[in-house]
């Protein structure tokens, strides 16, 4: 019963059938970052089915600024084959070291989870060479993390709750943090204490993010049936006020938010879809789910701290494009990834823009690139 909470494998360049494009029958949910000298890293997890045990996480890796992408660069591999690797993540912390973090859980949902991660202390080497995976949080963490003003690291990690359409196959004693939780880090990473917890109205599956306003207040936004919900901290994350509706909608889906260097919000989110599931059809429907509204993949621009986004650029009018991932280049470009028909087309994809493009709303950058699809899953037969 306690193999998820073991490590998994880490494979460099592997030659095994199982993890080569031909062969892989599904995937989806990847996550982005580019180092200092522009070295592109794009990772998402895969398998032969979907979202169940013995998925895997798939790294690629670009040296030629998005034009071509090598891919199975990295695997990350359970050796239980109940257990599935899922929901990765990148991140380059303030010391230029990459992060590349996953979830471990028995079958779907065992109700426990647990973020892992395994570290690359130089990620521009010609081989890559990462530390002995360690388990950090209970829950997920898909999102980023932030480093805050008083360079504390927080992590949204969140334990879904038994309301978001997935009942825990087992019970760990954990529903005190069945919430969109934030793990904290006062020494660079090298441990990690769970800070606060906030509690946002219907929310599903959670998916947080979290931004630092302005005027020091931490903004978390939370993915839930209706949109998203929001809740604020004025004291670092340790204590949030009651959760609500906020003013940015969507279809139920990941989104990604960051402060760029510019000073101005990024927002990626499904803008003026035309679709909306209703809270019945997602909780009628098995752990799989079929979305409705998941299309107009848009990157958008704030100038007063969220309040308004007048800014816009399509990213990919098609439907079933979803959960996207962005990392902002030291050249001032803004990379973009987002999956696409997870299991007909299996497509990861990435944009390539700069605020420029998106204050015109239009891609006309030198360089610039839209619905560039990184990797495709071809394996046969389709999955069901």
């Not at 996953?102 to 426990?112: A, I, L, P, S, V």
């Not at 934030?182 to 990690?192: A, E, L, P, R």
């Not at 004025?234 to 909608?249: A, F, H, L, S, V």
């Not at 960051?258 to 000073?263: F, I």
């Amino acid at each position: 019963m306690n193999s998820s909470l073991t490590p998994a494998n880490i494979f460099i360049e592997p030659s095994d059938e199982r993890f080569k494009d031909n062969y892989r029958r599904w995937q989806g949910i990847p996550s982005i970052e580019v180092t200092e000298r522009g070295r592109i890293f794009l990772n998402f997890y895969s398998g032969q089915g979907a979202e169940v045990g013995g998925n895997v996480m798939i790294l690629c890796v670009s040296d030629d600024y998005g034009k071509t992408f090598r891919s199975s660069v990295t695997v990350v591999e359970h050796p239980d084959e109940e257990c599935r690797i899922y929901d990765p993540n990148l991140w380059i912390d303030p010391f230029k070291r990459l992060w590349m973090t996953w979830t471990q859980t028995r079958g779907f949902n065992d109700g426990r989870m647990g973020v892992w991660v395994s570290i690359c202390e130089n990620p521009d080497a010609e081989n890559l060479q990462w530390s002995e995976p360690r388990r950090i949080a209970n829950g997920i963490m898909m999102n980023k993390p932030i480093v805050t003003s008083n360079k504390e690291w927080l992590f949204p990690c969140a334990i879904w709750c038994n309301t978001s359409g997935s009942i825990p196959s087992e019970d760990h004693g954990l529903q005190n943090e069945q919430f969109s939780n934030v793990y904290v880090s006062t020494d660079n990473g090298k441990t990690f204490s769970l800070r606060g917890q906030a509690d946002v109205p219907n929310r599903q599956f959670d998916e947080h993010m979290i931004v630092e306003k302005e005027d020091g207040i931490l903004w978390m936004l939370v993915r839930t049936f209706d949109g998203i919900g929001e809740s604020f901290s004025k004291n670092g994350g340790y204590t949030w006020t009651p959760g609500r509706k906020g003013n940015i909608d969507g279809p139920c889906s990941r989104f990604h938010i960051r402060r760029l260097k510019s000073g101005r919000l990024l927002l990626i989110n499904h803008h003026n879809f035309k679709e909306r599931i209703s809270v019945e059809d997602i909780m009628n429907q098995g752990n799989v789910k079929k979305w409705k509204g998941r299309s107009h993949l848009t990157a958008l621009l704030s100038e007063d701290d969220g309040k308004t986004w007048p800014y816009s650029l399509l990213l990919d009018e098609r439907n079933e494009v979803s959960y996207p991932d962005a990392s902002e280049a030291s050249d001032g470009y803004i990379y973009v990834t987002y999956d696409r028909e997870r299991v007909k087309e299996r497509e990861i994809l990435m944009a390539r823009i700069t605020e420029e493009d998106i204050l015109r709303g239009e891609c006309k950058s030198e360089g610039g690139m839209l619905k560039k699809v990184v990797n495709k899953a071809t394996g046969q037969p389709n999955v069901e």
